[in-house]
């Protein structure tokens, strides 16, 4: 199974970017699918999920300004980020989980200018 994040960038505060990340799977029968994100010197943490029977989480962070949404005819996860922050730079990865086995995909970067 592969997972293949696009979208990062750079990017001034305020402005918006939109990740995707294209499965080799079908999606439509996985467990949960999500961006996770990594800082420099900063511990990874979940950024937004959706899970197998629609329930959808956020970090309280990004509320408001992101929405995870998916595409299961195309295989592909999106990441919309609205009003972005310096605070929002970051390494992005995508994972899902399918039968109890988590995958996860390369990083994107998003950088956030002041």
């Known amino acids: 199974v592969q997972l293949q994040a696009s979208g990062g960038g750079l990017v001034q505060a305020g402005g918006s970017l939109r990740l995707s990340c294209a499965a080799s799977?079908?999606?439509?029968?996985?467990?949960?699918v999500g961006w996770y994100r990594q800082a420099p010197g900063k511990q990874r943490e979940l950024v937004a999920a959706?899970?197998?029977?629609?329930?959808?989480s956020y970090a309280d962070s990004v509320k408001g300004r992101f929405t995870i949404s998916r595409d299961n005819a195309k295989n592909i996860v999106y990441l919309q980020m609205n009003s972005l922050k310096p605070e929002d730079t970051a390494a992005y990865f995508c994972?899902?989980?399918?039968?109890?086995?988590?995958?996860w995909g390369q990083g994107t970067l998003v950088t956030v200018s002041s």
């Open positions: 994972t899902a989980r399918w039968y109890e086995e988590d995958y």
């Open positions: 799977r079908s999606i439509s029968s996985v467990d949960a």
């Open positions: 959706i899970y197998r029977y629609g329930g959808i």
